[in-house]
């Protein structure tokens, strides 16, 4: 209700006021209440999950494949518009071209599963379950690009898993959820597609750009080790913010 809505407003803006400073994981919900609070955003802080290096190592040289290995990871939720994917991906005219990793589990695995046999795709898709954290920067080798798209219907933040893409050294395709295509536009870390009917042609032209999305890729590691290596992020947090205020 709008009663709601301006009571909650009322209590963000004495907290925001009543602190030194505020963080932000996200530069847009930065933007948003810069917005929303004008007089407050030199208060509003962004500072970036980053990405825990230790997990995600240096990619290795990949394995060579005359296919375009398409990697997902996830929990095979609704919000990442798995279905509308996979319908697509059934209309591609090459997929003896085309190689779809799929690594997760979730409540909707079987739906999508058959899915895929339905499209006729289960020659061309392998199945890892559910894979650790930890271990998930060993698909870098495997893979030429990743998807991860958004149901617009399920509100959701940029995924973390972008820029751990990215530190694997990978190309990101998105749809244009704003979130993910502003971020990828932003920093040229990948494609966006605007319908879902663009995925084909894109897919279909990188399968002759194999320089182009390795660049793209070892492009993206580099931004990662300058701007997300999550260890120099909380350096520059404790001795930036941390020791100011203290």
């Known amino acids: 209700s709008k009663s709601f809505e301006k009571q909650k407003n009322r209590m963000l803006r004495n907290a925001i006021e009543d602190s030194l400073i505020t963080i932000v994981c996200w530069e847009s919900i930065q933007?948003?209440?810069?917005?929303?609070?004008?007089?407050?955003?030199?208060?509003?802080?962004?500072?970036?999950?980053?990405?825990?290096?230790?997990?995600?190592?240096?990619?290795?040289?990949?394995?060579?494949?005359?296919?375009?290995?398409?990697?997902?990871?996830?929990?095979?939720?609704?919000?990442?518009?798995?279905?509308?994917?996979?319908?697509?991906?059934?209309?591609?005219?090459?997929?003896?071209?085309?190689?779809?990793?799929?690594?997760?589990?979730?409540?909707?695995?079987?739906?999508?599963?058959?899915?895929?046999?339905?499209?006729?795709?289960?020659?061309?898709?392998?199945?890892?379950?559910?894979?650790?954290?930890?271990?998930?920067?060993?698909?870098?080798?495997?893979?030429?690009?990743?998807?991860?798209?958004?149901?617009?219907?399920?509100?959701?933040?940029?995924?973390?898993?972008?820029?751990e893409y990215m530190a694997m050294g990978l190309p990101v395709i998105v749809n244009n959820f704003p979130e993910l295509s502003n971020f990828i536009k932003k920093n040229k870390a990948g494609f966006v597609i605007n319908e879902m009917s663009e995925l084909n042609k894109l897919l279909e032209k990188l399968s002759n750009e194999p320089d182009r999305i390795l660049s793209i890729g070892r492009k993206n590691r580099r931004w990662i080790e300058k701007f997300g290596n999550r260890e120099k992020i909380v350096k520059e947090f404790n001795s930036d913010v941390i020791s100011k205020c203290i």
């Open 31 to 163: 933007e948003f209440y810069s917005k929303l609070f004008p007089e407050l955003k030199d208060k509003l802080m962004y500072v970036g999950y980053g990405v825990d290096l230790d997990y995600f190592h240096k990619p290795k040289e990949k394995k060579k494949s005359n296919k375009l290995r398409v990697l997902y990871v996830g929990n095979f939720n609704e919000k990442d518009n798995l279905a509308p994917i996979i319908d697509e991906l059934g209309k591609f005219n090459h997929k003896d071209k085309l190689e779809l990793i799929f690594v997760g589990d979730g409540r909707d695995f079987n739906n999508i599963k058959n899915l895929i046999i339905k499209n006729k795709l289960e020659d061309i898709s392998t199945f890892h379950g559910k894979v650790h954290h930890s271990q998930i920067y060993k698909f870098a080798e495997y893979a030429d690009v990743v998807m991860i798209m958004r149901n617009f219907k399920i509100p959701s933040m940029l995924p973390v898993s972008v820029i």
